[in-house]
């Protein structure tokens, strides 16, 4: 009888080892390459949080919605920036934004057709590497600093823009940016993240 309560013991053990899933580490146990390594495999999540563009002609802000499933982008922004609402779709290539009854479409080959149009300098392909805290693949970086922990990115040049990450928390186990500005002559672009829905692991 004895030697049979120990044996549903150890199973009861192993079962509830079995459910407690994978142990998540804490953040400055996590190498940088381990931590690049685990984003990278990153490639569907939702963010929800604000943001506000500052150029020499004009100052912008706006809540926002950012969808990336592969390749595909699509941001909603609903504020002061985009009155009537307003929805950028991407597939890496085209851009299509939708604001009220007008829609544009341009092809992101140019990277300065959408500054000419609208005065948004900014680099919308390197953009969901960088608000997950990576560099971008197709640009070359001319600095990166990390965290004391040399666990996070801490500040990122590319393309002449500077990334820098003011803020992280955790969300599905991963360490997640929640503020960063990015700055390049007279563009500024501040991002505050509320919310990261990333898929179960």
């Known amino acids: 009888m004895k030697r049979a309560v120990q044996l549903i013991a150890a199973l009861a053990i192993l079962l509830l080892a079995g459910c407690a899933g994978p142990t998540v580490r804490p953040p400055g146990e996590v190498s940088w390459a381990d931590h690049r390594d685990e984003l990278q495999l990153l490639t569907h999540w939702t963010i929800e949080g604000k943001l506000a563009l500052r150029t020499a002609e004009q100052a912008e802000s706006a809540s926002m919605r950012w969808l990336q499933e592969g390749a595909s982008t ?82 990122l040049q590319q393309g002449q823009w500077l990334v820098q990450y003011e803020d992280y928390a955790t969300f599905g186990g991963h360490r997640m940016p929640t503020r960063l500005r990015i700055r390049r002559a007279d563009t500024s672009l501040r991002v505050i993240i509320r919310e990261w829905q990333l898929p179960a692991s």
């Open 74 to 155: 699509r941001l909603s922004l609903s504020g002061p920036m985009g009155i009537n609402a307003t929805t950028i779709h991407s597939d890496g290539r085209l851009l299509e934004v939708h604001q009220g009854d007008q829609s544009s479409h341009w092809d992101l080959a140019d990277p300065t057709l959408l500054a000419r149009e609208t005065g948004w300098d900014l680099p919308l392909q390197a953009l969901p590497y960088w608000l997950k805290g990576l560099p971008a693949p197709d640009l070359t970086v001319q600095s990166l600093e990390l965290n004391p922990e040399k666990s996070l990115l801490q500040s």
